[in-house]
């Protein structure tokens, strides 16, 4: 068939540029150690920075909520599919967060992917008169975002925020919406999100903040990007997920009453898809109990051990580590094939990195992405610096 013939001769151009991207079939729960084709790896790969993901506290909080609710919500948010566990969570949420808006309320959303599609769209969608001011790093899924509002949309160079100025004094828009990640999801650095509030403020914009890589790891208390740099705002517009640190799945947007009404009357990727189950929910509430306790601030304190040790520990000469206090920790290679074969030359060895090319990256930036999580040693973190440096000089 013509259109079967085309789509082979793309993915053959895909292999040519070493571009092609495979998945690895887990057998065991996520950890710093899984089960692959009959192999025990060390991994660096998860988005699970504190190791709550087989946390047997939240697998049994899973269970319960199964007990209690079953497994399916059955509906939408907004016809029958909105349970107690959702509308609990959802007032935690607020609560989590809350100290850092004015009237807060929290949406919780299937996945992050789909809260900034909603986060976007909902708050631009058919207003002529919106602009959106957005961060050259940021994800995909506020890119996308910006493609299902039909928004203008205005890019700004990472972290440049004079040219972020310039667009919102010069811009005559009556809805301002600046949009960025709080910590880069490929490069592990911090948006200066005190001087980026500033500016909002000054402009009568709202911030929208992407707190994926940060929420759980960041504030003392793990409320996020927010706690960290002691903001508070009623132009802030807050998303954290809840697949990566809290370790479960899903994701929310906190901010006034007002933009979170909206969201429910207006987003659309909100309005139309079946609410999560309500066991994640109801497993999320016991997550949120050990981010905030005691065990939360321990586990954050072990992770930024490990961030200092793997600073300190690598030697590189011809790669580069990007500066990062993170547990995203990028390796910059440069091309593709090299760093493919670094990746595969460490999976060899037993250790799984993810290797990140175009267009995830820009190109000409492909790297090793290692992240870091509480549920690694110290010697873990010693085996992957010493097999990179010696890696390096091969
Ligand atoms: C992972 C991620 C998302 C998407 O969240 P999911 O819950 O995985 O869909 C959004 N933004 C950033 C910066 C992310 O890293």
């Not at 910590?183 to 929208?208: H, I, Q, T």
């Not at 898809?273 to 306790?293: C, K, R």
Request: include cysteine.
């Amino acid at each position: 068939m013509e259109l079967l013939n085309r789509l082979d001769a793309q993915l053959q151009t895909l292999a040519q540029q070493s571009l092609v991207r495979t998945r690895r079939v887990v057998d065991s729960p996520c950890g710093p150690r899984v089960r692959v084709d009959g192999r025990e790896l060390l991994a660096f790969c998860s988005n699970d920075y504190l190791g709550l993901a087989s946390h047997p506290a939240l697998a049994a909080a899973l269970q319960e909520g199964a007990g209690l609710y079953g497994a399916g919500s059955g509906a939408s948010h907004l016809i029958s599919g909105h349970s107690r566990a959702h509308a609990q969570l959802e007032d935690r949420l607020a609560q989590f967060v809350g100290a850092h808006l004015e009237r807060p309320r929290a949406l919780y959303f299937c996945t992050g992917y789909m809260a900034n599609l909603a986060i976007i769209s909902g708050l631009t969608a058919g207003d002529r008169d919106a602009a959106i001011f957005s961060e050259s790093l940021n994800h995909a899924s506020l890119i996308d975002g910006t493609r299902l509002a039909r928004a203008a949309v205005q890019v700004y160079p990472h972290a440049d925020l004079e040219a972020l100025a310039a667009m919102l004094q010069a811009s005559t828009a009556s809805t301002k919406v600046v949009v960025t990640d709080s910590v880069f999801s490929m490069d592990g650095d911090l948006a200066d999100l005190p001087a980026l509030l500033a500016l909002c403020e000054r402009y009568g914009a709202l911030l929208v903040v992407d707190d994926a890589h940060g929420f759980g790891t960041l504030g003392e208390h793990g409320h996020g990007a927010l706690e960290h740099f002691k903001l508070q705002s009623p132009y802030l517009v807050y998303m954290g997920t809840l697949g990566k640190a809290a370790g479960v799945g899903g994701a929310f947007v906190a901010a006034h009453e007002t933009v979170i009404e909206t969201l429910i009357q207006k987003a659309r990727p909100y309005i139309f898809t079946t609410a999560a189950a309500p066991a994640l929910a109801h497993a999320l509430l016991a997550s949120l109990d050990l981010l905030e306790g005691p065990e939360g601030m321990q586990r954050r304190a072990h992770l930024q051990a490990l961030v200092a040790q793997l600073n300190d520990g690598l030697r590189l000469t011809r790669w580069q580590r990007l500066p990062s206090d993170t547990a995203i920790q990028p390796i910059l290679i440069g091309d593709n094939a090299e760093t493919m074969r670094a990746g595969a030359a460490l999976y060899e060895q037993g250790l799984w990195v993810g290797t990140i090319r175009p267009p995830t990256v820009a190109p000409g930036t492909s790297r090793l992405r290692v992240t870091l999580s509480a549920g690694h040693t110290h010697a873990d973190v010693a085996t992957l610096i010493n097999a990179i440096n010696a890696l390096e000089r091969m």
